[in-house]
């Protein structure tokens, strides 16, 4: 989980582009055990599906309320809430690196050796963010 922290983002030669590179987030994604993605093909919402007790968490809700990620510590195998939490970690950097690269095209590059993660994930984690601040703005103005 560690290494979506800081790892991923690189200076080119001449220090004037950032190089991002999703190879770990990528590597993390083919190597899930209890955990799938799905994306929701009514609102493109990003579902995560447990293939150890078919439970389902709605990326969405999680950034919401994030503390109900722990609903499935009690439902879930250690090892399965783990991977999870990682999963999460994952995807926010993945979300992270992608605004990035879309808010400064002029200064960033995709790394040589590194791949886009699939348009519809990607699609699904920007619109799930930009309803997170639509919902943080109605939720600001009735307090």
Known sequence: MRKFVAEGFDFSNDNTKIIINFNNELSFIDNLQYWQISINSYDSNVILL?????????????????????????????????????????????????????????????????????EALLKALVSAHKGLEKWQERHKSTV
């Open 50 to 118: 447990c293939l150890d007790s078919n439970e389902q968490i709605n990326y969405f809700n999680l950034l919401i309320l994030p503390i109900s990620i722990f609903d499935f510590y009690i439902k879930t195998s250690p090892e399965c809430f783990y991977e999870v939490a990682g999963l999460l970690n994952c995807l926010f950097s993945i979300h992270k690196k992608y605004f990035y690269i879309q808010n400064h095209k002029e200064h960033s590059l995709i790394s040589s050796d590194s791949f886009l993660p699939p």
